[in-house]
């Protein structure tokens, strides 16, 4: 039971990466760099858009310090 468990949260976790690359390419303008679904490199505190998201409430993510 927790091989199939763990296999339906890893695919619920990739659909996820998928659909949230997805939403936040449809923003005007699109996010700089082009966020990819399947590719990490362009992801997390290294894109403005994914880092904003990701930034915990204490720190201001616009605050270059």
Same mark, same amino acid.
């Given at each position: 039971?927790?091989?199939?468990? #763990?296999?339906?949260?890893?695919?619920?976790?990739?659909?996820?990466?998928?659909?949230?690359?997805?939403?936040?390419?449809?923003? =005007?303008?699109?996010?700089?760099?082009?966020?990819?679904?399947?590719?990490? $490199?362009?992801?997390?505190? =290294?894109?403005?858009?994914?880092?904003?998201? $990701?930034?915990?409430? #204490?720190?201001?993510?616009?605050?270059?310090?």
């Amino acid at each position: 039971l927790n091989k199939g468990a #763990d296999g339906a949260r890893a695919d619920d976790t990739t659909r996820l990466k998928v659909t949230v690359a997805s939403w936040l390419m449809q923003q =005007n303008p699109p996010p700089n760099p082009v966020i990819q679904g399947q590719n990490k $490199i362009c992801r997390g505190f =290294n894109n403005n858009a994914t880092g904003r998201l $990701i930034c915990p409430v #204490d720190y201001d993510w616009n605050d270059p310090m």
